[in-house]
Each structure stands twice: as structure tokens, then as C-alpha cells.
T-cell receptor, first 113, second 111 residues
Framework: DTEVTQTPKHLVMGMTNKKSLKCEQH?????MYWYKQKAKKPPELMFV???????INESVPSRFSPECPNSSLLNLHLHALQPEDSALYLC????????????FGQGTRLTVV | QKEVEQNSGPLSVPEGAIASLNCTYS??????FFWYRQYSGKSPELIMF????GDKEDGRFTAQLNKASQYVSLLIRDSQPSDSATYLC???????????FGAGTQVVVTP
């Protein structure tokens, strides 16, 4: 089973709203990632969590706030987003960090109005 | 910045033919290489990974790695219309598992 589940699948939010994206995996993976993908571009890394600790923040604006409550869950809290933040947000997991395969969830299509 | 280069396509392939996709990478120290398939509006799906020089086959897919030439390729045999998608080449860029993606090659299989 290589399933990573993301909710919601679609989200429309205003620039003053606060919302959260959720990601769950039950593969026992200890590394989890958030990527952002704009239309016709490849995914770009935002955050890496390793053993529930934030390891990498790729200079992401503070309006994006990640959280890893336990080894199976990863959240991305959104606040005061801009229209240019509209994108496909992808969660991924792998057994550990380093040279292992990563599996993506189905993504959350976010539109900021 | 570590670079991963792919031809963007589209690569048009007749049904039943072999699709050949190429990827080059700039970091000679890279050790892990992946091919993801992404249908329009969907998320990337891992279809092949390769860590050692040579060929790796899985069903209709073959990945080929040549570390000396810093080159990785994907062959799709007996191409089907369902293979029409964007294929993303990815390389692990650091010790944290960051995937560095190429721009992707769009493959169109024509009946």
C-alpha cells in the first residue's frame, strides 16, 4: 500500500480566510513533505519533516505554517494568502529522508480569490 | 542550483511504438533517480526508480542510468493511449530527500 491521503481535494478561500490542508499516511514513513505545483511547472519543495521535526523550510512565506502532530499526519495551515498562491499543493512521504522513493498524495487544488 | 533537464515535448508516439524519454542532471554526486507520471490535473505517480548504472525493467517500462554521462532515460514499450501524460524526471538533491524535478516531457500516444 503506497497511499497518501490529502483533504480537501479542492479549496477556494478568500485572502482573509484561515484554512488548513491535511495529509495522512499509514505506511510507517518517517519523512513527509509539502510541495507546491503551479500550472505547467514541476513540483517545488516547501517543507520537509523528518521524525516529526521540521528539517527544511525552503524560504516559504510565513503565511504558510506547517505542522506535524504525529508520524502519520502532516498539516499545512494557510492564512492571509495571495491570489498568486493558487496552485496544486502536494503532500509526499518516504521511509526516511535521503535516497528513498517518495509517494505523493492526490493533492489539494487551492484557489485564492 | 542543481539542474535536471528534459525535453518538454510534446513527444508524439504511434500506438504500439516505443516512447523514449531522456533526462540529464548536473550534480555528479546524485545517487537516486525517479520517473513520475502525471496526468493532467492529477498528482505525480512514481513509476520507476533506479539507483545503479544499467537498465531496470518493470513491465512495459525500462529505466536506464549512465552516471558517467549523467544521463537517465525511460523507455515505454508498446505505448498505449493511456500512457499519454507528462513524465517527470527527478533526482534527490540533498540529504533530506528533496526531489529536484525536470520540467517534464509531455507524451501523446496517437491511435
Amino acid at each position: 500500500d503506497t497511499e497518501v491521503t490529502q483533504t480537501p481535494k479542492h479549496l477556494v478561500m478568500g485572502m482573509t480566510n484561515k484554512k488548513s490542508l491535511k495529509c495522512e499516511q499509514h505506511m510507517g514513513h518517517r519523512a513527509m513533505y509539502w510541495y507546491k505545483q503551479k500550472a505547467k511547472k514541476p513540483p517545488e519543495l516547501m517543507f520537509v519533516y523528518s521524525y516529526e521535526k521540521l528539517s527544511i523550510n525552503e524560504s516559504v512565506p510565513s503565511r504558510f505554517s506547517p505542522e506535524c502532530p504525529n508520524s502519520s499526519l502532516l498539516n499545512l495551515h494557510l492564512h492571509a494568502l495571495q491570489p498568486e498562491d493558487s496552485a496544486l499543493y502536494l503532500c509526499a512521504s518516504s521511509r526516511t529522508t535521503g535516497n528513498t522513493e517518495a509517494f505523493f498524495g492526490q493533492g489539494t487544488r487551492l484557489t485564492v480569490v | 542550483q542543481k539542474e535536471v533537464e528534459q525535453n518538454s515535448g510534446p513527444l508524439s508516439v504511434p500506438e504500439g511504438a516505443i516512447a523514449s524519454l531522456n533526462c540529464t542532471y548536473s550534480d555528479r554526486g546524485s545517487q537516486s533517480f525517479f520517473w513520475y507520471r502525471q496526468y493532467s490535473g492529477k498528482s505525480p505517480e512514481l513509476i520507476m526508480f533506479i539507483y545503479s548504472n544499467g537498465d531496470k525493467e518493470d513491465g512495459r517500462f525500462t529505466a536506464q542510468l549512465n552516471k558517467a554521462s549523467q544521463y537517465v532515460s525511460l523507455l515505454i514499450r508498446d505505448s498505449q493511449p493511456s500512457d499519454s501524460a507528462t513524465y517527470l524526471c527527478a533526482v534527490i538533491a540533498d540529504s533530506w530527500g528533496k526531489l529536484q524535478f525536470g520540467a517534464g516531457t509531455q507524451v501523446v500516444v496517437t491511435p
